[in-house]
Structure formats: structure tokens, C-alpha cells
């Protein structure tokens, strides 16, 4: 089969097309034709070399696909069928004509939504869901602070914590994006180019917000402290700004405040499989019903996967960015 794979034989890592060896489906697995593979910063970070895959996992680069089951492995694989179109939560190997995937870690394309939209869904969905919800433990009538609002995290988390009765403040980095984030539902706007977000957090709520899903990490870190009220909760999910910070604990006593760092790619399959069921539960009625909305900023096909990377490292978009495949 063919697939994207990292060329190191130049001066910088660069996308290439290549043949690989078909994957096989193991025990509990189910094979993907794989229609289209969503695009996430994560991927930028293995291209560069510092995000390997777990281990036992595919070294080819991709955490969610869309596409069609061509073939079941032996063992439980659920109510899957060949033929049904499918989504899907990957802790590697999108980015290819094949993947082979716990059954599950399978969602199905929801009503309404194109089998190449369908791609762009599993990861957000299930990232949000688990830090918000689980983490998080974000309540109606709560306020959450979302970095990287225009974000495909962002978009998503805008969208779930509405649906879930929360207000919404959020950051971006111009007007304009901040116009798609009101659209989607955010209540507070902030523009981090021009305004502090502590500023605005204090001059926005009466004591802090409740929620934080941060993906900046070290660079926020005291700020996002001062930002959260009483029991409140920082969720840092991405070190964009940096991995070592220094805590105040005695803020942190007096306020009774929590942090936690997730990532979901290293978590074990019956973990992702419990949040995959989450996820199916509770997030895709509202997609169906269009109370919550894919957003794609582009679909471009897999040839230029280097310029779909290129537009994630300069923050050129809105929502998610997919890869069309074959």
C-alpha cells in the first residue's frame, strides 16, 4: 500500500509518498480502506522527530481516519460489518491507504456528516470529552477558559461545553477568529495579541473561571493559576509554550486548585475504548442532530500533506485541516 512517511535524507524531515507493507488486523482488530485522515499538531511534532508513537504501535504518522472496514480479525470485533463506513481514534498510522485499529476505538460516521468531514471528528471529540468531562469535570452553569479557541481542539470545546450548559471564554489571536469562535457559541472573547487573558478572566467573572483546557503549558502556567475561582481545575493538554514552569502551592491551597496533564495517545486501549463509547454516547446525537458541527478549514489531498502541516504550524486556520487519501 502507499503511505506518508518521514524523509530524513535532507537537510529538513519531509512528507513522501511511499510503498509500505499492508497492515494486518490482529486480535480485536478491524482493517480501515481509509478514505481521508485528519490533520493534528501532534503530527507536526512526530514529523519533527520529538513524538514517537507508543510503543508496539505504527510509526506512521496519523491519530484519526475515516474510510470503510474492508476486513474483521479474528477475536471480538463487535457488531462491525465489511463495508461499514467508519471512523476512528489511532495512536498512529493514518496517513496511509490502510490502517488496522481496535474495534474499539471505531465510531460510526454520523448522519449527515461526508465520509472526508467524518475524519476530522475522533480526536477532537474524544481529547475534549476526556479533559473536560473526565478530567475536568465541567458542570452546567460553570465557566471554562479555552486556549487556542480557533483551534480544532477549541472549536470542539466550544461546541461541548455549550452543549454541556457552561459559559465559554476563550483566546485566539485575531478578530477574525474570534468571530468564528462567537459563532460557534464562545461568550467572552479575548484577543491574547492585544489583551491579558488574566485581565479579561477578572473583568468577566466574579472570582475566576472553573475549568481551564490549556495547550500551552509552561508559559500560562502561573497566570492560569491566578485565573481559576475557588475548586477550581487547570487541564494542561500541549506544551506549546513550554514544558518547565514553577507552581505556587500556596495559591493553590488557599484556592483548593487542581492541575492535571493528559494526553491520549500513550493511554491503553480498554481506556480509549471507554472514552471512544463516551464520545458515542453523548457527543455524536448532538453532531447528528447539528447542535455540534465539524469545522474544516480544508481538505487537501495526501500528495500535499507537507503544506497541510505547513498551514498547522502557522496557525493559518480555523477548526481542522484533512487529508484526502489515494
Known amino acids: 500500500m502507499r503511505a506518508i512517511v518521514i524523509d530524513n535524507s535532507g537537510e529538513k524531515p519531509v512528507l513522501t509518498l511511499s510503498e509500505v507493507e499492508d497492515p494486518t488486523p490482529g486480535e480485536g482488530e478491524v482493517l480501515v480502506e481509509v478514505a481521508a485522515a485528519g490533520v493534528n499538531r501532534a503530527d507536526l511534532v512526530q514529523a519533527s522527530g520529538k513524538y514517537p508513537p507508543p510503543p508496539g504501535e505504527s510509526e506512521l504518522i496519523g491519530l484519526e481516519?475515516?474510510?470503510?472496514?474492508?476486513?474483521?480479525?479474528?477475536?471480538?470485533?463487535?457488531?462491525w460489518q465489511v463495508g461499514d463506513e467508519v471512523c476512528a481514534l489511532l495512536a498512529g498510522g493514518g496517513y496511509a491507504e490502510k490502517v488496522a485499529v481496535s474495534a474499539g476505538q471505531l465510531l460510526p460516521v454520523p448522519a449527515g456528516v461526508d465520509l472526508q468531514t467524518a475524519a476530522s471528528l475522533p480526536e477532537v471529540a474524544c481529547t475534549v470529552w476526556s479533559n473536560l468531562v473526565d478530567a475536568g469535570h465541567l458542570a452546567a452553569g460553570e465557566t471554562v477558559l479555552l486556549h487556542g479557541g480557533s483551534s480544532g481542539i477549541g472549536t470542539m470545546g466550544i461546541q461541548v461545553a455549550k452543549a454541556l450548559g457552561a459559559r465559554v471564554i476563550v483566546t485566539a489571536g485575531?478578530?477574525?477568529?474570534?468571530?468564528?469562535?462567537?459563532?460557534?457559541?464562545?461568550?467572552?472573547?479575548?484577543?491574547?495579541?492585544?489583551?491579558?487573558?488574566?485581565e479579561a478572566v477578572g473583568e468577566n467573572t466574579e472570582d475566576g473561571v472553573d475549568v481551564?483546557?490549556?495547550?500551552?503549558?509552561?508559559?500560562?502556567?502561573?497566570?492560569?493559576?491566578?485565573?481559576?475561582?475557588?475548586?477550581?481545575?487547570?487541564?494542561?493538554i500541549g506544551l506549546m509554550g513550554g514544558r518547565e514552569g514553577e507552581i505556587n502551592l500556596g495559591l493553590m491551597l488557599q484556592r483548593r486548585l487542581s492541575v492535571q496533564a493528559?494526553?491520549?495517545?500513550?493511554?491503553?486501549r480498554a481506556d480509549k475504548a471507554r472514552i471512544v463509547a463516551a464520545v458515542r454516547e453523548n457527543v455524536w446525537p448532538r453532531v447528528e442532530s447539528g447542535e455540534i458541527r465539524p469545522v474544516v478549514q480544508e481538505v487537501l489531498p495526501w500528495e500535499k500533506a507537507q503544506e497541510a502541516h505547513q498551514l498547522l504550524k502557522e496557525s493559518q486556520h480555523v477548526g481542522k485541516v484533512v487529508l484526502r487519501v489515494g
Open 65 to 79: 481516519v475515516s474510510g470503510r472496514i474492508a476486513a474483521l480479525g479474528a477475536g471480538d470485533t463487535g457488531d
Open 174 to 198: 485575531s478578530q477574525e477568529k474570534l468571530q468564528r469562535c462567537a459563532e460557534l457559541g464562545a461568550d467572552v472573547l479575548v484577543n491574547y495579541q492585544e489583551t491579558d487573558f488574566l
Open 212 to 236: 481551564i483546557l490549556d495547550l500551552i503549558g509552561a508559559d500560562y502556567l502561573d497566570r492560569n493559576l491566578q485565573a481559576l475561582a475557588k475548586d477550581g481545575r487547570l487541564v494542561i
Open 262 to 268: 493528559t494526553a491520549l495517545r500513550g493511554r491503553d
